[in-house]
């Protein structure tokens, strides 16, 4: 059903057992990929540990991607909020700049698994999802209000594709990077370019 708006509204809510099975499955699946490991992970496991059915399971998420991306949705949500309060508490723009590069590195970093196996199920590439496409609206604005010259949106590319979990992982695991040299990393190149 349309209201005048042009927004779709849901035509009947959605039952509460409905809403407490799916917080349950994210809530079990989130559990069983802390302590296993997502890959280690099926869908068969988290219907199971969940006490629930696998049609319950499935109405809910049709695959392991989509349910990781429902998990993600969590994690990006609060990132997402506690972005739009710092910037509202008036802070020095450079300074949220680096503020935000350090939370979306520690995002990528303890979501990693999670981003490369839902990169894996579905056919939009992580830095072409709607979710991380903010980020780079946000790095670009943040840019812009540091006073960065040049092309900034090229500038933009290149931090947001450091950020991207194939970036991040191959920094970690091949090149033994810890977040703190990361991190650091990020602001001596945004120093450069901004100051």
Not at 49 to 69: C, I, M, N, P, W
Not at 127 to 152: F, V, Y
Request: proline share 2%; hydrophobic share 40%; charged share 25%.
């Amino acid at each position: 059903m349309l209201d005048e708006n042009l927004i779709m509204v849901e035509s009947r809510p959605k039952r509460s057992d409905a809403v407490k099975n799916r917080q349950l499955l994210l809530d079990t699946a989130r559990r069983l990929f802390d302590e296993d490991g997502v890959e280690e992970v099926s869908m068969s496991a988290i219907a199971q540990k969940a006490q629930v059915g696998k049609g319950t399971l499935y109405r809910h998420f049709s695959d392991k991607g989509e349910l990781l991306h429902a998990l993600l949705d969590e994690d990006m949500r609060q990132l997402q909020d506690r972005t739009l309060e710092r910037i509202r508490e008036g802070h020095d723009p450079f300074n949220n700049l680096n503020w935000f590069i350090e939370q979306a590195v520690m995002f990528v970093i303890k979501n990693s698994d999670s981003l490369c196996e839902a990169s894996n199920s579905t056919s939009i590439p992580m830095l072409q999802h709607p979710a991380h496409l903010w980020w780079r609206q946000t790095i670009i604005g943040l840019l812009t209000q540091s006073g960065a010259r040049g092309d900034l949106s090229y500038l933009t590319d290149v931090i947001y594709v450091m950020l991207d979990v194939t970036t991040i992982r191959f920094q970690r695991r091949a090149l033994g990077y810890d977040h703190e040299r990361i991190i650091a990393g990020f602001q001596e190149m945004l120093e450069k370019f901004v100051r």
